[in-house]
T-cell receptor, first 113, second 110 residues
Framework: EAGVAQSPRYKIIEKRQSVAFWCNPI?????LYWYQQILGQGPKLLIQ????????DSQLPKDRFSAERLKGVDSTLKIQPAKLEDSAVYLC???????????FGDGTRLSIL | QKEVEQNSGPLSVPEGAIASLNCTYS??????FFWYRQYSGKSPELIMS????GDKEDGRFTAQLNKASQYVSLLIRDSQPSDSATYLC??????????FGQGTTLQVKP
């Protein structure tokens, strides 16, 4: 079974630029999550999708972050404009249902200069 | 009070010893509990899940859950240097959201 795929693995941009991340979940997993993990901290949920609907985006900074999951499979997370404090690893995870174990992709390490 | 609390460590144990990692949570209605292992520079990897009070064993790993005390722990028997990593406790809230602790760094010394 293929795991969660994410791209790119690394991204370096300057502040105020925009960036986008892509995620393809495990086949058949209805629930998809985007997390932000700052060095030394646990992952923090940004947004949770159930199929193509948003379940929870309470911690998504909506003035600069956006995410979509068209057709209920792949998802993209965008930051525009980026700030220095956005430097982190962005992890995508998926699960069969919302209360089932989540499986993570390799993440995208974002550095803001 | 943090929703999920772990001691950040580092916890240092000699090879072959038992490593004990602890986690407390604040939401009394939480139903699902998970332990993830995260190697430096890698993504979290699920190693244990537990849903009911008591112990759950899987190889060298044992997860323990006490809902009355709002406490979940992970024991690693016969610790190996390859177990050196950060261990993340995660708790499913009553809204279905997974809340992570900050992680405990384990160092197993040969």
């Amino acid at each position: 079974e293929a795991g969660v795929a994410q791209s790119p693995r690394y991204k370096i941009i300057e502040k105020r630029q925009s960036v986008a991340f892509w995620c393809n979940p495990i086949s058949g997993h209805a629930t998809l999550y985007w997390y932000q993990q700052i060095l030394g901290q646990g992952p923090k949920l940004l947004i949770q999708f159930q199929n193509n609907g948003v379940v929870d985006d309470s911690q998504l900074p909506k003035d600069r972050f956006s995410a979509e999951r068209l057709k209920g499979v792949d998802s993209t997370l965008k930051i525009q404009p980026a700030k220095l404090e956005d430097s982190a690893v962005y992890l995508c995870a998926s699960s069969k249902k919302g209360d089932q174990p989540q499986h993570f992709g390799d993440g995208t390490r974002l550095s803001i200069l | 009070q943090k929703e999920v609390e772990q001691n950040s460590g580092p916890l240092s144990v000699p090879e072959g010893a038992i490593a004990s990692l602890n986690c407390t949570y604040s939401d009394r209605v939480s139903q699902s509990f998970f332990w993830y292992r995260q190697y430096s520079g890698k993504s979290p990897e699920l190693i244990m899940s537990i849903y009911s009070n008591g112990d759950k064993e899987d190889g060298r790993f044992t997860a323990q859950l006490n809902k009355a005390s709002q406490y979940v722990s992970l024991l690693i028997r016969d610790s190996q240097p390859s177990d050196s990593a950060t261990y993340l406790c995660a708790v499913n809230s009553n809204t279905g959201k997974l809340i992570f602790g900050q992680g405990t760094t384990l160092q197993v010394k040969p």
